[in-house]
Nanobody, 125 residues
Framework: QVQLVESGGGLVQPGGSLRLSCAVP???????IGWFRQAPGKEREGVACINNFDGSRYYEDFVQGRFTISADIPKNTVYLQMSDLKPEDTAVYHCATAGGPRCPPQITVMEYRDWGQGAQVTVYS
């Protein structure tokens, strides 16, 4: 089973920044890649998606310009740059492939596969 690998999580104070990385297998380097998060006791929710073949990017409304998804295709890596972090951003962050070259119309769990184990992000006062 193919899995993506997340890294870069950690502890940060409110207003701080973190950059998450997602290592993508060679066969999926031109796929749509999505970031999701799951807070304790809550369902996994979509955060952002990037179409690696054309660079199009999509975000959920709650991101509100604080997060940026990007890709370094030669390095087979997708990033999620997070700034102005809030306690409610605390969650395990996962990346996954869209199974094809384009992000689905909605960033929903059922449209993605090849999930990574996740990276813990904790925002504390």
């Amino acid at each position: 089973q193919v899995q993506l690998v997340e890294s870069g999580g950690g502890l940060v104070q409110p207003g701080g920044s973190l950059r998450l990385s997602c290592a993508v297998p060679e066969f999926a380097k031109y796929f749509g890649i999505g970031w999701f998060r799951q807070a304790p006791g809550k369902e996994r929710e979509g955060v952002a998606c990037i179409n690696n073949f054309d660079g199009s990017r999509y975000y959920e409304d709650f991101v509100q310009g604080r997060f940026t998804i990007s890709a370094d295709i030669p390095k087979n890596t997708v990033y999620l740059q997070m700034s102005d972090l809030k306690p409610e951003d605390t969650a395990v962050y996962h990346c996954a492939t869209a199974g094809g070259p384009r992000c689905p119309p909605q960033i929903t769990v059922m449209e993605y596969r090849d999930w990574g184990q996740g990276a813990q992000v904790t925002v504390y006062s």
